[in-house]
Structures are given as C-alpha cells and as structure tokens.
C-alpha cells in the first residue's frame, strides 16, 4: 500500500519513515502541484503549487495506514500553516494525499480525534486531498540523511526527529 504525506523538508519525513518496520520504500518527491515534472528548484520557488512529500510503501500487515499518520503528526508541527521551522512556502504545507477513500476517511477522522482532545496548541491545518501524480525528486535527495548526517540542517533538524523515533517508537524500528 502507499501513504502519501507532506509535512515540511521531505528529507525529514524520509528519514523518520525508513527507519519503520513494514515500510517497505520511502521516495522524496514532489505532489499536489499544477506543473509536470517538476524539479527542486521549481519547487522552491513555490511557483508550482506542489509540496515537498514522501510516498511510504508499506506493509499493512506489519504497520498500519493510522499508525504512520500518528507518526507523521507526532514528527512535524500540523498547526503551522506553509512552514515547518525554519521553512517557509507553500511548498511545505502539511497534507496528507489520500490514495482511497478508507484513507481519507481515517486522516479526516484522526485530525478530529487530535483537535478534539487539543494535543496540538493550535488547530490542524494539515489538508486531506486525494493524491494526483507523484514525481520523484531527483538521486541527491533520496536517503539524504543517511549520506549527509553531518552536514549542519540535519545535525539541527533531523538528528534530534531520528533520536526521538529511536526513544519514543523503538519497538516499531527495524
């Protein structure tokens, strides 16, 4: 099955979801946009209208569809309309793109669930639309962590996400 989420840098999600038992691929790409092929540049640019994503392939069997969106909300601020930290654009708005209308109604459910019971300080912005094409983003970004973990941005935005999936989700890593 794919899930497939926008929460931010891509680089942040992928790095959390690869880390997952029953994940079976995790691919940066680009969607929710009007231009064809986009690369990241065009995407930066906010022109496009598409966002910074991740498609998980996953293992119903081994993780379920609810459990990697309450992952995907506990590993990025919902309440923050077009920006994630220090990201700011379109481009990084928290969505999540429904493949089937179980899962729209299980994201739509969850965000409920979550403002019901206030876990976030504001209210979820995070849209729930049906998935459209998908494009990968280019070789550099994938498994970008695993070959650049030293570099600054993610010593100071994906490190500390990685140590928090290790302490509060170990029993779901691989």
């Given at each position: 099955m794919l899930a497939t989420l926008a929460g931010g840098c891509f680089w942040c999600l992928e790095a959390v979801f690869e880390r997952l038992r029953g994940?079976?691929?995790?691919?940066?790409?680009?969607?929710?946009?009007?231009?064809?092929?986009?690369?990241?540049?065009?995407?930066?640019?906010?022109?496009?209208?598409?966002?910074?994503?991740?498609?998980?392939?996953?293992?119903?069997?081994?993780?379920?569809?609810?459990?990697?969106?309450?992952?995907?909300?506990?590993?990025?601020?919902?309440?923050?309309?077009?920006?994630?930290?220090?990201?700011?654009?379109?481009?990084?708005?928290?969505?999540?793109?429904?493949?089937?209308a179980e899962q729209d109604a299980v994201a739509r459910r969850l965000i409920a669930e979550l403002d019901a019971a206030k876990v976030f300080p504001g209210p979820i912005v995070t849209r729930v639309e049906p998935a459209g094409d998908f494009w990968a983003a280019e070789a550099s970004h994938q498994q970008y962590y695993q070959r650049n973990a030293t570099q600054p941005y993610c010593q100071a935005m994906i490190t500390p996400k990685v140590a928090k999936l290790r302490e509060k989700y170990a029993a779901r890593l691989r």
């Amino acid at each position: 099955m794919l899930a497939t989420l926008a929460g931010g840098c891509f680089w942040c999600l992928e790095a959390v979801f690869e880390r997952l038992r029953g994940v079976e691929r995790v691919v940066s790409g680009y969607t929710g946009g009007h231009v064809p092929e986009p690369d990241y540049y065009a995407v930066c640019s906010g022109m496009t209208g598409h966002a910074e994503a991740v498609q998980v392939s996953f293992d119903p069997a081994v993780i379920g569809y609810r459990d990697l969106l309450e992952i995907f909300f506990a590993f990025h601020d919902p309440t923050t309309l077009n920006r994630q930290g220090p990201d700011v654009g379109t481009q990084y708005r928290s969505a999540i793109f429904t493949h089937s209308a179980e899962q729209d109604a299980v994201a739509r459910r969850l965000i409920a669930e979550l403002d019901a019971a206030k876990v976030f300080p504001g209210p979820i912005v995070t849209r729930v639309e049906p998935a459209g094409d998908f494009w990968a983003a280019e070789a550099s970004h994938q498994q970008y962590y695993q070959r650049n973990a030293t570099q600054p941005y993610c010593q100071a935005m994906i490190t500390p996400k990685v140590a928090k999936l290790r302490e509060k989700y170990a029993a779901r890593l691989r």
